[in-house]
């Protein structure tokens, strides 16, 4: 497996310019999680899906960010409009729950980021 | 206030040096993790400790876990300047989520 793709892997915007983080988690995980690292606040939680429906968005700054997955394979965070201070290191991560019912959360893979630069 | 505290913040060792670092967190946990990233890179998973086990042991690396003092301890022998990274503790309460530390980077010189 190639493991957790993210796209594009580096992206410098302007300011008020509408930007989106791809991601494609690995096949057959079921949750997708989507952080921000930054030098100030560390890694931030911003929302988490589970069979590809967001389960906990609380750690969504603002109403400029929004996550989406369409289908198993595939989802987005969207930044409109950006700002200065959303500069940062956004990645993806996936992980799957090793058998049925079990309240452990397996091991998160993580893809290796998209660095965001808002001029 | 953030569940999963490393201690150090910074550690510099030599090659060869054991290095241990800690994690406290503040609510009841199933199971707490160990992260490591590279400057650069995603976070990479290193071992799982559940919280009815007490020692757990991975190659070099050794993590402790007390639930009642509700900290956990990362040890790494003989280390080498591949180890050199920023190592974090992640809880894991149940929810389906993980809430990671600030982490402690480690720096080890040759």
């Known amino acids: 497996d190639a493991g957790v793709i993210q796209s594009p892997r580096h992206e410098v915007t302007e300011m008020g310019q509408e930007v989106t983080l791809r991601c494609k988690p690995i096949s057959g995980h079921d949750y997708l999680f989507w952080y921000r690292q930054t030098m100030m606040r560390g890694l931030e939680l911003l929302i988490y899906f589970n069979n590809n429906v967001p389960i906990d968005d609380s750690g969504m700054p603002e109403d400029r960010f929004s996550a989406k997955m369409p289908n198993a394979s595939f989802s987005t965070l969207k930044i409109q409009p950006s700002e200065p201070r959303d500069s940062a290191v956004y990645f993806c991560a996936s992980s799957s729950i090793l058998r049925p019912l079990a309240i452990d959360t397996d091991t998160q893979y993580f893809g290796p980021g998209t660095r965001l630069t808002v001029l | 206030s953030q569940q999963g505290e490393e201690d150090p913040q910074a550690l510099s060792i030599q090659e060869g040096e054991n290095a241990t670092m800690n994690c406290s967190y503040k609510?009841?946990?199933?199971?707490l993790q160990w992260y490591r990233q590279n400057s650069g890179r995603g976070l990479v998973h290193l071992i799982l400790?559940?919280?009815?086990?007490r020692e757990k042991h991975s190659g070099r690396l050794r993590v402790t876990l007390d639930t009642s003092k509700k900290s956990s301890s990362l040890l790494i022998t003989a280390s080498r300047a591949a180890d050199t990274a920023s190592y974090f503790c992640a809880t894991d309460r149940g929810s389906g989520k993980l809430t990671f530390g600030q982490g402690t980077i480690l720096t080890v010189h040759p």
């Open positions: 400790i559940r919280s009815n086990e």
């Open positions: 609510t009841s946990i199933n199971n």
